[in-house]
């Protein structure tokens, strides 16, 4: 555990000291909950309508798989036409694009912002590197299948897939998601506790609360 | 010519090893772990060696060392040269040379955590670089298991066939002939 994370006399300017217990103070414990459909099943499907058409990613490259955005974002492939856009911030971001391999050190920054994300929320994993480990299967530092770590709801293959597979990947999760199908967000907080035992199985010095944000 | 007549300068005065010529501006020393800093700093100082390209190890397990290699480069004559230096494998240590070059220190932090190579009082040599919270030993240690701990860490999809490349393109381009 981070030293500013542990509990602690501090003195106020006032000269009054208190003790600080920042998980408790500074962070929510509560864990994530299933957010079950608010509305008539009509409604719903408009509310999945809407979701599918405006998908915003993270910018976030979390492996060589990253360099097949700049094309997509730009004009030669354009996804902006697709309702599908680039956020700077995991608050305003919707869909985490996990792009190639991912080292147990990214890892870490990628469940913190994947926990930072507002419901619902989705997952792609890019590359084959995601699904069984690719060329790094025998690698020390990169993990294997991102659906131990986190909920994936769409997997897109090749090493590298092109932008045009990726264009066809996120029109597949546009019908997963209108199909109320994509609930990533919802298994993580049904088996919350799998997935962070599986989180901290892989990344031995954790350092952060468990759920946070 | 160059290398070789600058080696025969040094050779005397700081007991070189070995001289490995790989081109006309680029040839590599051996030298030992003492004499090594001062050499450096009279590279640096007298010779124009003033950019310290790179700074790396190579794990002789056979022989129970560590080589480390110094790349130097000389700007204005447009030349490189190699140190390498024999460290013995067991508890590791070299003399730092952040006072030298100050990027040093993070090679040698990297050195630290890849290898295990101790370097003494050079800065936050023992902060985490690119591991973060490694309970095994160094991973470029060539003792170190790479397939093995990924097998105990990091969970198969079933499912995943794996072919030896040469007899894989043997059968694709001839056949069972």
Known sequence: ?213 | MVMQALYDTLKPRFLLGEFTKQRDDLAFITVEAVRLHALLRHLRDQEGFTHLVLLTAVDWLEDGQFQLTYLLNNRAKRQDVGLRVLIARDNATMESIHDLWAAAATYQRELREMFGIDFPDSPRLHEDFILEGWQDIPPYRRDFDTLKYAQENYRDRPGRETRDPAQHMKQQLYGED
């Not at chain 1, 994370?5 to 208190?18: A, N, Q, S, T, Y």
């Not at chain 1, 509560?30 to 957010?35: C, K, L």
């Not at chain 1, 997997?155 to 546009?174: H, N, Q, S, V, W």
């Not at chain 1, 967000?185 to 952060?208: G, P, R």
């Open chain 1, 1 to 213: 555990m981070k030293e500013e994370l542990l509990k602690r006399m501090v003195k106020g300017p006032d000269g009054v000291e208190f003790e600080v217990e920042p998980l408790r103070d500074y962070y929510c414990e509560a864990g994530p909950t299933v957010q079950t459909p608010a509305y008539t099943a009509i409604i719903e499907k408009l509310f999945n309508w809407a979701r599918s058409e405006s998908i915003w990613i993270l910018g976030f490259g979390t492996g060589c798989g990253a360099i097949e955005m700049r094309p997509l974002m730009t004009p030669r492939f354009d996804a902006y036409r697709y309702g599908i856009q680039w956020r700077p911030t995991p608050r305003q971001a919707n869909l985490f694009v996990i792009s190639g391999y991912l080292s147990t050190k990214t890892l870490k920054r990628v469940i913190r912002s994947y926990e930072q994300m507002q419901s619902p929320k989705y997952v792609v994993g890019l590359g084959s590197c995601t699904i069984n480990g690719g060329m790094y299967w025998d690698s020390y530092n990169t993990i294997k299948r991102l659906d131990d770590y986190l909920p994936v709801d769409l997997y897109i293959a090749g090493c590298m897939p092109r932008p045009e597979a990726l264009l066809a990947g996120f029109e597949d999760l546009k019908k997963l998601i209108r199909a109320g199908k994509a609930e990533g967000a919802n298994q993580y907080a049904e088996n919350f506790e799998w997935y962070k035992a599986n989180q901290k199985s892989v990344i031995h010095d954790w350092d952060m609360p468990d759920y946070n944000w």
